[in-house]
């Protein structure tokens, strides 16, 4: 029986680490993919397939498409495909660090690692903006509607975004309360927020159809610079893309607030395969 795999529903771990690979050209794609299946169990380790690989193998999966580099008014957002993305959930760092070695050996030489960021909870879930991320996620078998298409599988679209912490901090408090449109200091919603803010661009059962996803973001930081990793899971990538769109002004030339202090340095959308008998279940 098909089951998605299962770090998908479970809530955040208090580290992780993401990995993202390339394809080699000239390499034995199989063999790489073989060797992945038996690296992930789909709860301590996550793994979404890129297009390249499936590509190489001449299948395709219905839903998955290139992640659209986008513009609107002010803002660019790029497009950074990779082969394969790996989320390692864990709760000790150095833990996670062996995994990520011992990984990138295993998927050598078909897959090179080309991105790796350390991640973490904070405060019980927040931003490092300080706001409650998560609070509107579908939960039990809203989730699972949202986020696990009928074979098990799911898609997942990846944001890595960089804070601006001196523009964020410049603003006074009720401006940034309405850049969220939810208050700080309790998580209320505010129905005064303007129409740029976060929460009313993206407000889920106000698209048609309606646009839920289950968000697994995660506050990443290396050096100095720091930000949220965006991980969205849906049955499909359309609801993520409908939102984006919205949030660009695409729709209403009105571009969500939140880009004045951050924004995605990073895109791409991966397939993740149901898991099969404790293995993740790739196409023939
Ligand atoms: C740095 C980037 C982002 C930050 C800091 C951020 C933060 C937040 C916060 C604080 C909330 C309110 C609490 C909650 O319901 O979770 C929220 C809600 C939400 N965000 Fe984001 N977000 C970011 C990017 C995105 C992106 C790229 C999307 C989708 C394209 C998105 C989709 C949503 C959705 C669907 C909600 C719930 C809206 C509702 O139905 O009320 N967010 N976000």
Known sequence: MNTPQAGILLPLPPLARYLAFNLEPGTDVAAGLAALQDIVDGERTVAGIGM???????????????????????VDIPSTP???WLWLRGDDRGELLHRARHIETALAPAFTLADSWDAF??????????YEDGTENPEGDAATAAAIA????????????THNFSHF???????????????????EELDDAPESAHVKRTAQESFTP????????????????????FVAFGHSVDAFQAQMRRMLGLEDGIVDALFRFTRPVSGAYFWCPPMVGGKLALPA
């Open 82 to 84: 990779f082969a394969l």
């Open 52 to 74: 390249a690989p499936l590509g190489a193998l001449g299948r395709k999966i219905a839903g998955l498409k290139p992640f659209p580099p986008l513009s609107g008014p002010g």
């Open 121 to 130: 909870k904070h405060d019980g879930g927040r931003d490092l903006s300080g």
């Open 169 to 187: 901090e410049a603003m006074q408090p009720e401006e940034r309360d309405h850049c969220i449109g939810r208050r700080r200091s309790d998580n």
């Open 150 to 161: 009928a074979d098990g599988s799911s898609f997942v679209a990846v944001q890595r975004w």
């Open 210 to 229: 309606e646009a839920f996803l289950v968000r697994r973001s995660m506050p990443w930081a290396e050096g100095r610079n720091a930000g949220l990793m």
